[in-house]
């Protein structure tokens, strides 16, 4: 069985929003819903300065504390990784909005259900990548299986020494490269 | 009893919502619909191709249907400029088939300013009218259309116009890189492309991939950068590719031609120029080497700000990397259009090139043969008749390439009673142009103005008619190329708004009212097959079906070492008299700027702007998907240099005001370390003043506000970047 994850390289990322939009429209979200949130970071002094751009989704931990703490099992996780919510399971109390630690997840906008990433599981089912990875326009995102040792993914987290945005918080399997 | 499931009741009531709705559903009422029916069985996903609109690059696109409405699209594999990616304004353009905002009828404007709803009928009619009384009174050359170059439109609008004896075409490059194309004609005729794959080191002066896009171009930027590719990021704004290069110039803006003419001294002083080259492909070296003697460093360093011996290395590293080097040729950036020495700072550009030897080589800059199409002839495709006239403008821009010309100057010719009748498709000229109230009062003294676009833009409300187009993706175009790939743009979804007319039914119709008919008896069909008939079987084939394909070319040049310049004489002039006509030195020189602020007035700086990747000049504020990405991440507010602000007592989230010559508006504060002290800068979207685009309303400036209505002498660019403006804090 894989276990699916995604890594970042935010050297490579400029921020351009194309990955929240192909998400949205994948995922049919209205303009104000997205499972993708963007953080800025700028350093130094004039003209001394750096940048850069961190794009924020669900993280698919393994610890994952919006599981634990769903009162009616709707968040769950599949056994290739991929975290999930159940909407017929989901009663809309928000606990594991207020868990999880990368703010990742969102209110939807018909049902008042939760809903978030979910690496375009319907995609990854028929070997397609996720929409965001499929439409960035800087190759800043790669997916893939972790338990193979030979994937991409692997070798591009070994080569560029990728880490969890949180260390080993919930451990994640979702990587960057910064 | 039926078992009432979430799923149900959301079918249950979207259906009552269906019921509810009159007329068209906007994107997201749709979208609700959509949502309801995900998952189903019975949604039917249909997968067709066509080419993106949201800018001039033409990715290629998968469109996805649910139900015969749009879902999504994905970037084509095969299109050079999409390798399977799209950017968010791809995607977000796209949905504006559904936007709440579309022109859904002929309008007429009324004597009080407001529009009425009229038929296709009396609207051709009317402009017929207008068109033959002026053509009478004054002439074909009175007549005038802008267009932004996209297929169908750049086709018809030309074809339309010189029906008449016009050769008044023009482009929007006047706002966009008119400068460039004007020094490339008289250097090397055209833009080679580069060799990023190869190169060690690249300047960048002014243009970033990833806010002004091409995603094939940034992909590929970014794999070459973890390759070790050195890049040199010359920009006031430490923009958003700015964290991939080695070294940031944060230059004076206005000052780039001053950087250029010092590396230029720095490789001629030390001997560091390409002897080979020079000697074979170029002509007027030595005096070239005479007039950049005094441009040293230390000199450069006073006008630029930049460290003197940070120019000197720079230059040094371009040549010792070279010819595995170039300077970028950019788009509209730096010398686009911006400031009165962009034609001469793209010149220099070109020359500085010419020293480093990169033309022609690896990792340099080459050129190679693009697809070429076949001729429109036999009955269909009637002769057009001579020109009566050369393109207005010419006379005072003789150097401008007339396939583009100045925009800008037409506006100036109704003022003088010279252009009477004006059409402009898919260009927004009151607002992206130039100084928006100037050209809209110029607009206002014509005869005839006549607007094709799909929704009320802030031209359009200058117009006597507004004729409503249907979105790219609703149609079939004329072919159109990039490189070695032939594309096609295929109808994506079907028309969404009965009345709205695709762009070549409205051209071939207003032709026929305007008396000019007989020049177009074929329809966009009849286009693509005489223009593809040149092409194999096999390639026009999957281009019909597909919308993209690779086609046999001739010569498909690769870097081996001749640059071929496309010129006669395959060589580079560094000095020549041609410039002489257009204003310029037979030499190249140092230009100052129009304006420059007084470092010693605390609340003066000069206003630039720049693209922002999540829209296209000013048409995709309204699309709900992008704007939305402005109003979460505040991409509206105006930057100023962190010492800068302090002084004026600014902080981030301040509202503040702007004022210039020319106007005063207000802005929000985005106080950054990322910016010259001496300039802010806005991104070139915002400040809609359309009362019919409520997206976007109220948020940022249009940069085009504080810019007088002026025009380059030497290409009839609109100075984009020449002004002046005084910033002070406003009371909460």
């Keep these: 069985m894989a276990r699916y994850g995604m890594l970042l390289d935010t050297g490579k990322c400029v921020g351009c929003y194309a990955c929240r939009v192909a998400c949205q429209m994948q995922n049919e979200l209205p303009p104000g819903e997205s499972y993708i949130k963007f953080y800025e970071n700028e350093t130094g002094v004039f003209p001394n300065v750096n940048h850069e751009i961190v794009p924020v989704q669900c993280q698919h931990c393994e610890d994952a504390p919006c599981v634990s703490v769903c009162p009616t099992t709707a968040s769950y996780i599949r056994e290739d990784g991929i975290v999930m919510v159940d909407h017929f399971k989901c009663i809309g109390c928000k606990y594991c909005m207020e868990a999880c630690p990368y703010d990742a997840r969102e209110i939807h906008h018909a049902t008042g259900t939760i809903d978030k990433c979910v690496f375009c599981q319907s995609l990854v089912e028929q070997g397609e990548d996720p929409a965001c990875v499929t439409t960035c326009i800087a190759d800043a995102r790669v997916f893939g299986d972790l338990d193979d040792p030979n994937s991409h993914i692997n070798q591009v987290i070994a080569e560029q020494n990728a880490q969890h945005i949180a260390g080993d918080l919930t451990k994640s399997n979702f990587y960057y490269v910064r | ?732």
């Design chain 2, 1 to 732: 009893m039926t078992k009432l499931t979430r799923r149900g009741f959301l079918k249950a009531s979207t259906a009552t919502a269906a019921v509810a709705t009159l007329g068209t559903l906007s994107y997201q009422d749709w979208q609700k619909q959509a949502y309801a029916s995900e998952g189903e069985a019975d949604a039917e996903v249909q997968i067709s191709s066509s080419t993106c609109n949201a800018c001039s690059n033409k990715c290629g696109l998968e469109v996805f249907t649910k139900n015969g409405k749009l879902w999504k699209i994905k970037g084509s594999n095969i299109h050079p400029n999409s390798l399977g990616t799209l950017c968010a304004r791809g995607h977000g353009f796209a949905t504006n088939a559904y936007n709440d905002a579309r022109l859904t009828s002929p309008l007429k404007k009324n004597e009080d300013g407001t529009f009425s709803e009229i038929s296709w009928e009396q609207a051709y009619q009317e402009i017929g009218e207008k068109v033959k009384k002026i053509i009478a009174e004054d002439g074909p050359q009175a007549l005038a259309i802008t267009q932004d170059p996209r297929p169908s439109g750049k086709f018809y609008s030309k074809r339309f116009m010189n029906a008449f004896g016009s050769q008044n075409v023009y482009t929007h490059h006047a706002a966009c890189n008119l400068s460039k194309l004007t020094a490339y004609a008289h250097t090397i005729k055209k833009e080679p492309k580069c060799d990023f794959n190869n190169a060690d080191a690249v300047m960048f002066i002014g243009r970033s991939f990833g806010d002004g896009i091409k995603p094939s171009a940034m992909k590929n930027l970014a794999n070459n950068v973890k390759r070790g590719l050195h890049i040199i990021m010359v920009d006031p704004r430490f923009n958003a590719t700015a964290h991939m290069a080695k070294d940031w110039l944060a230059i004076r803006p206005g000052t780039d031609l001053a950087l250029i003419l010092a590396m230029s001294n720095v490789l001629v002083t030390e001997e560091l120029y390409d002897k080979d080259f020079i000697e074979n492909y170029t002509t007027g070296f030595d005096e070239f080497a005479e007039a950049v003697k005094d441009y040293t460093p230390e000199w450069a360093a006073e006008i630029t700000t930049l460290p003197a011996s940070k120019i000197k290395e720079v230059a040094e590293f371009m040549a010792e990397k070279a010819p595995k080097a170039f300077i970028e040729p950019s788009w509209r950036a730096a010398f686009g259009c911006s400031y009165y020495n962009s034609t001469e700072t793209a010149r220099a550009t070109i020359l500085f090139n010419a020293l480093l030897g990169c033309y022609g080589k690896k990792g340099g800059m080459y050129y190679g043969d693009g697809v070429k199409f076949g001729k429109l002839e036999g009955p269909k495709f009637k002769k057009l008749p001579e020109p009566v006239a050369p393109q207005y403008g010419s006379d005072r821009f003789p150097l401008t390439p007339t396939g583009s010309g100045s925009s800008v100057v037409v506006a100036e010719g109704i003022e003088k009673g010279d252009i009477k009748g004006l059409f402009y498709y898919q260009s927004n000229p009151v607002i992206g142009y130039t100084n928006a109230e100037d050209f809209g009062k110029r607009l206002d003294m014509a005869d005839l103005v006549v607007v094709i676009d799909v929704q009320m833009s802030e031209t359009a409300m200058h117009a006597h008619y507004v004729l409503p187009d249907t979105t790219y993706i609703e149609r079939m175009e004329v072919p159109s190329s990039t490189g070695t790939v032939a594309d096609v743009r295929l109808q994506g979804i079907p028309k969404v708004h009965e009345n709205t007319r695709p762009v070549d039914q409205i051209f071939t119709e207003l032709a026929e009212a305007c008396g000019i008919g007989e020049y177009f008896t074929f329809t966009v069909q009849d286009v693509i097959d005489a223009q593809i008939a040149p092409f194999p079987d096999e390639v026009k084939e999957k281009l019909l079906k597909e919308g993209i394909a690779k086609v046999p070319v001739e010569n498909p040049k690769k870097p081996d070492g001749d640059p071929h310049f496309p010129n006669d004489d395959n060589k580079i002039h560094f000095a020549d008299d041609v410039w002489l006509e257009g204003g310029l030195g037979r030499n190249i020189q140092w230009i100052e700027p129009k304006y420059m602020p007084n470092p010693d007035n605390i609340d003066e700086f000069r206003l630039i702007a720049g693209k922002q990747s999540i829209h296209s000049h000013t048409m995709t504020t309204n699309i709900p998907h992008l704007i939305q990405i402005t109003k979460d991440y505040d991409l509206d507010r105006v930057w100023i240099n962190t010492k800068r602000a302090e002084a004026l007592g600014i902080k981030e989230g301040d509202k503040i005001e702007i004022s210039s010559e020319v106007s005063t508006t207000p802005a929000i504060a985005h106080v950054t370390e990322r910016l010259h002290p001496d300039c802010i800068w806005t991104a070139s979207h915002y400040g809609t003043k359309s009362p019919y685009l409520t997206e976007g309303a109220g948020l940022g400036i249009s940069s085009m506000d504080h810019t007088p209505f002026h025009m380059e002498p030497f290409s009839g660019s609109n100075m984009s970047q020449e002004n002046l403006v005084h910033v002070k804090k406003m009371e909460a």
